[in-house]
């Protein structure tokens, strides 16, 4: 009984390095995208921050885009506050997309709805890196 304890607390206490992923895996670094849209939500969590964008497509329908970023830590090192992105802010984002086709990218810069232009930790180019 001892034995199947620990083995449970083992994994549960490695869990969470489960959850994180290798760049090169899920995004295409080789295609950088320019998005412009509406925030519709933006979680402050780790080890990533994601905000959430209406774009308009060229065929003139909204989809919603998952952005992905650094952490929080990283990204107030790179200039961020928590209040950096608001819903209902428009905003412009250069991103990696995903490469199964979903509607989720790694942003690599934004521009905020105030013109500041913010760099999203993504250093599989080289970016800037605090």
């Known amino acids: 009984m001892v034995w199947r304890l620990g083995g449970i607390a083992l994994l549960v206490g490695t869990s969470p390095a489960w959850a994180h992923h290798s760049f090169a895996a899920e995004f295409d670094a080789a295609r950088p995208l320019n998005f412009q849209g509406v925030v519709t939500k933006v979680e402050w969590t780790n080890p990533h921050t994601y905000f959430y964008v209406d774009v308009r497509e060229d065929n003139g329908h909204v989809v919603n885009w998952i952005f992905e970023t650094a952490g929080p830590n990283l990204l107030a090192r ?18 990696y997309p995903a490469w199964d086709g979903a509607r989720m990218a790694s942003a690599r810069s934004v521009v905020l709805a105030d013109g500041r232009k913010v760099f999203a930790g993504s250093a599989v180019d080289g970016g800037p890196r605090p």
């Not at 790179?78 to 991103?95: E, P, Y």
């Open 78 to 95: 790179l200039g961020w506050r928590r209040d950096s992105l608001k819903v209902g802010d428009r905003v412009t984002v250069v991103a």
